[in-house]
């Protein structure tokens, strides 16, 4: 039976090759946007090295102090102190990676710029993190608390600072008026993984800021790192009732404390949508799917009206099928397959130009060293995608056919 | 004429619904990204009213000096500044808050001005900032030496703010209150487009950077002679971190933060365009086919209208009419929804903008429908009546 339908449908894409192009035109680029757009979001949020363990880590990336009588509040990244004593004394993390959030330094190489990105961590970071070595390794903790001058560097600053040579190791690297010997070359990361980006990293008892300053505020971040997925929920409660532990007084200028150790999606989704209350993760997931109804909204209804059209086409076809016994159930579900083999062929047009664009969007260098491919994820995305299309846009024609008077439809030929 | 256009539509509502309803779908489309192009237009025509070539910024944190005495601190910047400045290829330094031109950093308050609350840009900027960047000063000065130990601290407000608070009342003596204290304005200056070319002017004011606040603006500005080499750059470099050994130094050029800055508004809003191309593109492939299709099923009719007399330009001025009629049924439901934009304020655009885009979407549906409807007509028009009355 389905071959039978199989074979109708593709005759019938013959008949009329204009429509056929039209329809297949909508479907294939529609989803070639769908699918870029997957991959894109897909490259976000989904673990990659050097994040590998995002499923088991919380991120703390803000602290907010407010006077709740004077109104003042300040938000913005935590203290190295406050991440070492107060989050560094939890008790369910196996790890506490600390780092600072990469800043920019100028170095100049005969008289070209260099901009260099510094990020200062602890040595939990190169546990939590699983950067690939292309040679050496990380600073131990030895290392640290002597205030070595190490630093392990990027591929592509070794590149930049030092051209094209084997090793670099035990090679020196000047910026901001400061010697470091490399002690470790690792991949390049791209910038959207910003909790992992530099060009080079330091140990934190380098940093410039006072690293020993009793504030709350600073420019370190964190990722708790849990023994397993299930123990999520017990460290955000944990850290939370941490926070309510914080001892504050009255020469502080501020009486409340609030802070969250999210998941890597609210991480981000607390910031543009959330609050105290929620995360936002469910408000960001309603936005992208309200955008992506929104976008598919007019190719469906093009295609609608494409298939309306054609389907009066065979009215003769359909009037003598009827006339044999044919229920319009019958000749409804077979509209609708052929609709969906349509769709299907589009979905794989689709993904061949997605790949295109994919390849184009890789080595435009758009954003330095992304990645985006298509995965078992983006196909099952796409698939959905066709399967709407194909649905929605089949079962209205499809319920027009079944009501044809088969009379008319005879005479009318 | 029209009424019989409308009866003949009114005969296939079913079939014309879905081309209405696509119809107004690629209308709000269309409105909303003229809506975008018109508005960020009007935005990038405005002058930019400040110079940004050969301006740099430079920023340092992390100065630890071994001093926290206010007059040795003040001597200390002072001191920096003026090495900065004596460098031949230097034109001029400010120094200037982190709200400095194409930056990341916004910092804005809420106040009240001449009993209006408005939410404004705070900048601080020092006394050769207008020198630096070529300000245009509409009435009253920039900060001077005369501002020095005035009562009240001077201030300069931008034309947008003058003209929410005073109208075209003279501004310059006013007072209002900032965070409890009490400010003269002393000038107003024409608006910086310093967040990028397509942003449009925001209620700005500027306070001045004092020679003793000089420690915690962590920014300055330094323009170059046109004819400093690359090498400047590196120069400039070893001589602040000469004077700051334990800081981290940034130096950006204007052009590039500017760049940057754009490229916040372009990069969506071409990705935009290329997506609203693309459905355009689909409507009115799918347009073209539906209306071709139709053609050939009323091929009786219009050979019974050819065989009485109608000539082929008629034939083709009734498709393209049809259509116009169809397209303004949807464009009158559709302009109903695009006017509440202007009506409920939403989004906080000028009416103007709105107006406009409804215009040009108006006429690009029109443009667009007149396109698709042509060639069937052609194809109509070609008909032979005897061909087509033989056929029934």
Known sequence: MLTNYFKIAIAVLKRRKFFTFISLFGISITLTIIIVLTAFMDFLFSAAAPETKRDRSLYVNMLRLEHTTKSSRQTGPTSFYYMDHYVGSMKTPEKVAIFSMFMPTNTYINNKKLVINIKHTNAAYWAVEEYKFLEGKPYTPQQINNAEKVTVISEETKKQYFGDVPSVVGKFLETDNEQYRVIGVVNNVPVTMIYSYADIYLPYTLSKDNIKSTGFQGKFMGILLARSKDDLPAMQQEYQQMIKRIPLDSTMGYNKITGFADTYLAGFTRVFLGDESSTGVTKFLLIVGLVLFLFMLLPTINLVNINSSRIMERSSEIAVRKAFGASSGTLAIQFIVENLILTLLGGIIGVALSVIVLWLFNNSQLIPDAVLAINYKVLLATLGACLFFGLLSGVYPAWRMSRLQVVTALKSN | ?392
């Open chain 2, 1 to 392: 004429m029209i009424r019989h256009l409308f009866k003949l539509i009114w005969n296939k509502k079913k079939q014309n619904f879905l081309l209405i309803v696509e119809m107004l779908v690629s209308f709000m489309v269309m409105f909303a990204v003229f809506t975008l192009l018109v508005y960020y237009y009007t935005n990038y025509k405005r002058p930019m009213g400040f110079v940004y070539e050969n301006v740099w910024t430079v920023s340092y944190s992390n100065n630890r000096l071994d001093t926290k005495n206010e007059d040795t601190l003040a001597m200390y910047y002072e001191s920096l500044k003026r090495t900065v400045e004596a460098l031949p290829e230097v034109r001029a330094v400010s120094y200037v808050g982190s709200n400095s031109p194409f930056s990341a950093n916004n910092s804005n308050n809420s106040t009240t001005v001449n009993n209006v609350q408005i939410m404004a840009n705070t900048y601080q900027m020092d006394d050769d900032y207008a020198r630096l960047v070529q300000l245009h000063m509409l009435s009253g000065r920039w900060f001077s030496k005369l501002d020095d130990g005035a009562k009240d601290k001077p201030i300069v407000i931008n034309a947008t703010l003058k003209e929410k608070a005073y109208g075209n009342k003279n501004a310059i003596g006013q007072r209002f209150e900032i965070e409890g204290k009490q400010v003269v304005i002393i000038g107003v200056v024409q608006d910086l487009k310093d967040k990028g070319d397509y942003v449009a002017p925001q209620y700005s004011h500027y306070k001045r950077v004092e020679r003793n606040s000089y420690a915690s603006t962590g920014r300055m500005l330094v323009a170059i002679r046109p004819e400093a080499g690359a090498a400047f750059e590196s120069k400039l470099n070893k001589v602040l971190t000469g004077i700051m050994p334990t800081a981290n130094v940034e130096i950006e050029h204007l052009t590039k933060k500017r760049i940057a800055k754009n490229s916040i508004t372009l990069v969506p809003m071409i990705i935009l365009l290329i997506v609203a191309g693309f459905l355009i593109v689909n409507v009115a492939l799918g347009l073209f086919g539906v209306l071709w299709y139709n053609i050939s099923r009323r091929k009786a009719e219009i050979g019974l209208r050819r065989a009485i007399g109608a000539s082929g330009n008629n034939i083709v001025l009734q498709i393209v009419s049809e259509t116009l009629v169809l397209a303004s049924l949807s464009l009158l439901l559709g302009s109903f929804f695009a006017i509440q934009f202007p009506l409920l304020n939403i989004f906080d655009l000028p009416a103007g903008v709105y107006l406009t885009a409804l215009v040009l979407s108006i006429l690009f549906i029109y443009g667009l429908v007149i396109i698709c409807a042509i060639y069937p007509g052609k194809q109509a028009s070609n008909i032979l009546p005897a061909v087509a009355l033989h056929e029934d």
